[in-house]
């Protein structure tokens, strides 16, 4: 909803303002300007990223109204954890075989369909449990490939955000080529010695410079920065997984292994520990 709020101010404010300073709302209608500006920074993103970043971007960009990185979900990564570790501490690590060779099959991830629809987490967590199945790998070991595999998915959950700051900075610069075409065209037909025509050249020029300043400080510099801080939180979960798996191969009872895992997640939704006891023994 805060973003939402906040794209409607932006277009309230400087469309309000100018409306109010008596300026006329058609003549910011140039979509000539558009097709200059539009055009170049597509061909820009295209030649600077992956052919599989478009969609992947635009995907990323329709879900920055709502974030999933909720108090619910923490609770439900931190339960799951909390249930499989207590099952295999219970059990044996052979009793989780099942769950973690299948997860799609398995009654314990059926129970958190959150994690369970989020394919590259729920793989990243059967992975490590497979490992440490293993019995061969000390806690500080498997703690140096977590942080191995983390590094390389930072580098990839960034991109988005990279790839959007890319069209952000790109913008301006853009807004200025279309200005200097429209500068171009009045300057051809200065010889006609029509002012309202070689006026109207010069506002369309004019228009795509706000155009390309509008669009990358209010609305895709913002989007990159949104997109870094889904890319930091969703960072956040996984870092709290690896804290409560290290500490489970550590030797510490399920209880207080998802616990290590609840002091990494960022406070705003981080549930208490109150919270997670009742929902892990309520589960």
Do not use: W
């Amino acid at each position: 909803m805060a973003k939402i709020i906040g794209i409607i101010v932006v277009f309230a404010s400087v469309l309000g303002g100018y409306v109010l300073s008596h300026g006329q709302i058609a003549a910011l209608i140039q979509p000539f300007e558009v097709m200059i500006i539009g055009g170049a920074v597509l061909g820009a993103f295209l030649q600077a990223n992956p052919g599989s970043m478009t969609m992947h971007v635009l995907k990323k960009s329709l879900k920055m109204f709502k974030s999933r990185f909720t108090h619910a979900f923490y609770l439900e990564v931190l339960g799951l954890v909390y249930e499989i570790l207590n099952k295999s501490r219970r059990e044996g690590m052979m009793a989780i075989e099942s769950d973690i060779e299948d997860a799609a099959a398995s009654p314990i991830f059926a129970k958190y369909p959150a994690v369970l629809n989020d394919t590259r987490m729920t793989a990243f967590i059967c992975d490590y449990l497979r490992i440490m199945s293993s019995g061969n790998m000390a806690p500080h070991e498997l703690e140096g490939l977590f942080d191995m595999e983390l590094l390389s998915m930072k580098e990839e959950l960034e991109h988005p955000s990279h790839a959007v700051q890319g069209i952000a900075d790109g913008l301006p610069g853009f807004g200025i080529v279309a200005a200097v075409l429209g500068i171009v065209v009045t300057m051809a037909s200065l010889g006609d010695g029509d002012k309202a025509a070689i006026g109207g050249h010069v506002g369309a020029a004019l228009v795509g410079t706000f155009f390309g300043i509008l669009a990358a400080y209010g609305f895709f510099g913002p989007l990159s920065a949104t997109l870094a801080h889904d890319a930091k939180e969703e960072m956040n979960v996984f870092e709290a997984i690896k804290a409560s798996l290290v500490a489970s191969a550590s030797g510490m009872p399920p209880t207080l292994a998802v616990e290590f895992g609840r002091k990494v997640l960022y406070p705003a939704h981080r549930p208490s520990f109150s919270e997670l006891e009742q929902a892990v023994r309520g589960r």
